[in-house]
């Protein structure tokens, strides 16, 4: 089985400045890759995925994340944060579409 | 717009009665869909895998006969907690993955289940 690892479950960031969410994951065979964002009392939206084709990859809201195989890792990446981004993000990884495995979140909150 | 929807977002109860969540595909058929809970600062904690047409997978811990799983078309599966007690307080989610779309899985709004 797969594993998700999110190293940082808390990251706490001034507006405006750049931002990187960790996320690495165990397998070595195809994977699908997947960032997914979770604001309070609601369920989770997709923000980016990685299928195949072009290791950088970007999604809604201005975040991008660069998957790369070598080092197993998928962090997402915005240039300037927003006050509305404070929320959950979660990796997530699937091998075959069917069975998805997810890391433990990171708690980005954007301090004004 | 919304492709997976779950019914209802927040629900209070007595402990001791049964509560049904529903989650619904809207514009796709689902013949899998899965059922999370989520505790406070916590990640998602997959609980059971719902199959259309026969009996739900559930995960190793999981109490089948408290969190009972009905997939009964391809697009509603539902999940009820039944003798509910205060501990099973939680955010439960569904999402369902939509074939053609690489895998993608959409998820449902969730669900606040408040055991008094």
């Known amino acids: 089985a797969q594993s998700v690892t999110q190293l940082d479950s808390q990251v706490p960031v001034f507006e405006e400045a750049p931002v990187e969410l960790r996320c690495n994951y165990s397998?070595?065979?195809?994977?699908?890759l997947f960032w997914y964002v979770q604001y309070p009392n609601q369920g989770l939206q997709l923000l980016l995925k990685?299928?195949?084709?072009?290791?950088l990859v970007k999604g809604i809201n201005g975040f991008e994340a660069e998957f790369n195989k070598s080092q197993t890792s998928f962090h997402l990446r915005k240039p300037s944060v927003h006050i509305s981004d404070t929320a959950e993000y979660f990796c997530?990884?699937?091998?075959?579409?069917?069975?998805?495995?997810f890391g433990t979140g990171t708690s980005l909150t954007v301090i004004p | 717009g919304a492709v997976v929807s779950q019914h209802p977002s927040r629900v209070i109860c007595k402990s001791g009665t049964s509560v049904k969540i529903e989650c619904r595909s809207l514009d796709f058929q689902a013949t899998t869909m899965f059922w999370y809970r989520q505790f406070p600062k916590k990640s998602l904690m997959l609980m059971a895998t719902?199959?259309?047409?026969?009996?739900?997978?559930?995960e190793q811990g999981v109490e089948k006969d408290k969190f009972l799983i009905n997939h009964a078309s391809l697009t509603l599966s539902t999940l009820t907690v039944t003798s509910a007690h205060p501990e099973d307080s939680s955010f439960y989610i569904c999402?369902?993955?939509?074939?053609?779309?690489?895998?993608?899985?959409?998820f449902g709004e969730g669900s606040r289940l408040t055991v008094l």
């Open positions: 990685y299928l195949s084709g072009s290791t």
């Open positions: 999402s369902a993955p939509r074939h053609g779309r690489s895998g993608e899985l959409f």
């Open positions: 997530a990884v699937s091998e075959s579409g069917n069975q998805f495995y």
């Open positions: 719902s199959n259309e047409g026969s009996k739900a997978t559930y």
């Open positions: 397998s070595s065979v195809s994977v699908y």
